[in-house]
């Protein structure tokens, strides 16, 4: 029996998971005892039944393959008998998901940083799944957070390294350690979920595509999906190469990071769709020819259309949306007659609402869509629910956006992030934002006057949970809305996101430019909170 070693260490400062894990920079988590110390505290308070499954994989960014190695003999030490590894340490995170939920896993140690920078110098990240797949609940995260802040050991045991690199099986004293297909049961799963061959046909008609990997996890997958399965032409998937460093680049799909892509979509010999996903598979982006989708409109064009899939025929059983995310999906429910559910922002906020049956797809502003297959957003998911559309209904990307504004009318939304702000100055302008609440609704600003404002409160329909503090709103009497959030998922500084909305009914203006359709908005957020006196900033980093 191989002996298990205890190493004695010290708790660290600031292992509280954010929103999607523990992120910090690469130099942090390579400190001695540092990744052990959070992932023992994962194991110390995780449910599980003596010789459990335990899945892990990750995004291949930089340090992924050292702290995997780690986590397979501290699962040893802890009295795992089953570990499954993607390939090359490489499951993107709705793969993982998957992966979890088939082999009715105990959880699963998803190492990423999502969207953020990788290399030697960026950014790296660990986030625990559940047995249902999904990212831990605050209750989980509160407990693994309390156990960092007093623990005062490890546990491993000695053993080479496992070849990542070869199928197969090996065993680490009563530990089998199981290298698998990364691609292949997610593949298999899509190809069950959607229909193949509709989207088939219309490739061999003409339909054509370009998908941006962005040299992050969803290579593999969608050379596998979309070219090798669904017949697009060879090179329809760029950046298909998984690297350490993305490339250089930063792996996040939006109008900044894949402009390229735009570019490339807004020109006359554009192909039909494109698409993007980010560092781990999460993510998505949508722009037909001469058109972006917002990832707001998305969500809502999905939930309108998503029947024409043969595992989503005649059972969508409700809408569920972040808070910040606009209320483009709310008109569809309605017209549907299904609820739509507000949650805070996270996707673990679905997973009650998932596991309980009463919502098929969810989304964030942030990119994030997906459905109840698996307890994550899944960026090739929300690609191949688009084909899927645009093959049963012979329509572009454009048409779809416009008949869709038509019948339910358009939200004009944008998100602004100030990123890498000051975190103190950061804290101060929440904490204004807050003290100055009671005294705005009746206010006016410009030809906005405020109905609403509130600190969002989230009470789960499931299990009675409540989450407080979940972000700013400002709701106007035209319908409009601000929302203000600082962001959980950077390493450094602070990230103030702004969120923007305003309706226009079905017979009113719905092909405008959004950010002049938002003007009046936009002058509100900084009279409101004072961004420019706060941090300095005359204009946000990012606008998506």
């Not at 005062?152 to 297909?181: F, H, N, Q």
């Amino acid at each position: 029996m191989t002996q298990i070693l205890t190493v004695p260490t010290r708790p660290f400062e600031g292992q509280a998971p954010g929103t999607s894990g523990l992120r910090k920079k690469v130099k942090v988590f390579q400190q001695p005892n540092y990744a052990e110390n959070f992932i023992q505290s994962v194991f110390d308070v995780a449910e599980r039944e003596p010789g459990a499954i335990l899945v892990i994989g990750g995004d291949g960014r930089f340090h992924n393959r050292t702290v995997i190695q780690q986590a397979i003999r501290m699962a040893a030490a802890n009295g795992y008998g089953r570990v499954l590894v993607g390939q090359g340490g490489i499951l993107s995170t709705p793969a993982a998901s998957h992966v979890i939920r088939k082999n009715k896993a105990s959880g699963g140690l998803v190492l990423s940083a999502s969207h953020n920078p990788g290399g030697p110098e960026e950014d790296f990240g660990i986030k625990y799944n559940i047995a249902n797949g999904g990212p831990a609940p605050e209750a989980v995260t509160r407990a693994i957070h309390a156990r960092t802040q007093e623990i005062d050991r490890w546990l491993t045991v000695e053993a080479e390294d496992v070849d990542l690199d070869t199928p197969g099986e090996t065993r680490i004293g009563e530990l089998i350690v199981a290298v698998i297909d990364p691609v292949a049961d997610y593949a298999d799963l899509m190809e069950e979920l959607f229909d193949f061959a509709a989207i088939r046909k219309a490739v061999a008609g003409g339909l054509t595509m370009r998908f941006d990997a962005m040299n992050a996890v969803t290579g593999p997958y969608a050379v596998e999906i979309l070219e090798n399965r669904l017949g697009f032409a060879k090179g329809t998937v760029v950046n298909g190469t998984p690297l350490e460093d993305f490339g250089g680049h930063h792996p996040d799909p939006n109008l900044i990071h894949a402009k390229d892509l735009y570019d490339l979509m807004m020109s006359e010999n554009s192909p039909d769709i494109g698409a993007a996903s980010d560092g781990d598979g999460d993510r998505n982006l949508i722009i037909g020819r001469g058109r972006f989708i917002t990832p707001s409109d998305s969500l809502a064009m999905l939930a309108a259309n998503m029947g024409g899939a043969p595992a989503y025929k005649g059972r969508l059983a409700g809408i569920a949306r972040s808070m910040p995310t606009s209320a483009a999906a709310d008109r569809v429910a309605e017209a549907l007659g299904v609820p739509c559910f507000e949650t805070p922002t996270g996707w673990k906020f679905f997973g009650n609402l998932l596991d309980a049956g009463k919502v098929t797809i969810c989304g964030e502003e942030s990119a994030g869509t997906g459905s109840d297959h698996v307890r994550e957003k899944d960026g090739l998911w929300a690609v191949l629910l688009w084909l899927n559309v645009l093959a049963a209904r012979g329509i572009s990307v454009d048409q779809l956006a416009r008949e869709h504004w038509a019948r339910f009318g358009r939200n004009y939304y944008a998100r602004h992030d100030y990123e890498g702000i000051d975190k103190a100055a950061a804290d101060v302008l929440m904490a204004g934002l807050t003290d100055g609440l009671p005294a705005l609704p009746g206010k006016s600003f410009g030809r906005l006057t405020v109905r609403v404002a509130d600190s969002f409160s989230y009470t789960d329909p499931v299990d009675g949970s409540v989450s407080e503090n979940q972000g700013i709103r400002i709701l106007f009497e035209d319908g409009s809305r601000i929302v203000f959030r600082l962001s959980g998922t950077g390493t450094q500084g602070a990230t103030l996101r702004v969120y923007l909305e305003r309706y226009e009914s079905a017979g009113g203006l719905l092909d405008e430019e959004t950010g002049a359709m938002l003007a009046e908005q936009i002058a509100a957020a900084d009279e409101i909170a004072g961004i420019r006196r706060h941090t300095g900033r005359t204009a946000p980093d990012v606008i998506t």
